[in-house]
């Protein structure tokens, strides 16, 4: 069963860099639409970035445009957050989640399975 795992999550000041991991050890993963949300204490659920299976075409939250990106290395099962100038507004726990069914939503109720999160705290 897929099941994502996040890494890389921590402390990091404003306008720093920060990469995220989400990996899996189920081959299926790599055939999934996987993508990035964020919650902050006190706030729903919101959608960060995804990518398609083939890398191409990912798709961003208009306030991560240009700051964020979002990659994936199949060979390895893994899908990446690159995340620089970071603001203090970024700070929440992150996850990753996987579509199999290859929506390209920004809706987490469109995700069936989902990670448990890593936490990102930007300091001002």
């Known amino acids: 069963q897929v099941q994502p795992v996040e890494s890389g999550g921590g402390l990091v000041q404003a306008g720093g860099s920060l990469t995220l991991s989400c990996a899996d050890s189920?081959?299926?993963?790599?055939?999934?639409?996987i993508a990035w949300f964020r919650q902050a204490p006190g706030k729903e659920r919101e959608f960060v970035a995804g990518?398609?299976?083939?890398?191409?075409?990912?798709y961003y939250a208009d306030s991560v445009k240009g700051r964020f990106t979002v990659s994936r290395d199949n060979a390895k099962n893994t899908v990446y957050l690159q995340m620089t100038s970071v603001k203090p507004e970024d700070t929440a726990a992150y996850y990753c989640a996987a579509d199999p069914y290859g929506r390209e939503s920004s809706s987490h109720r469109d995700y069936y399975y989902w990670g448990q999160g890593t936490q990102v705290t930007v300091s001002s």
């Open positions: 990518i398609r299976w083939s890398g191409g075409y990912p």
């Open positions: 189920v081959r299926t993963f790599r055939s999934y639409i």
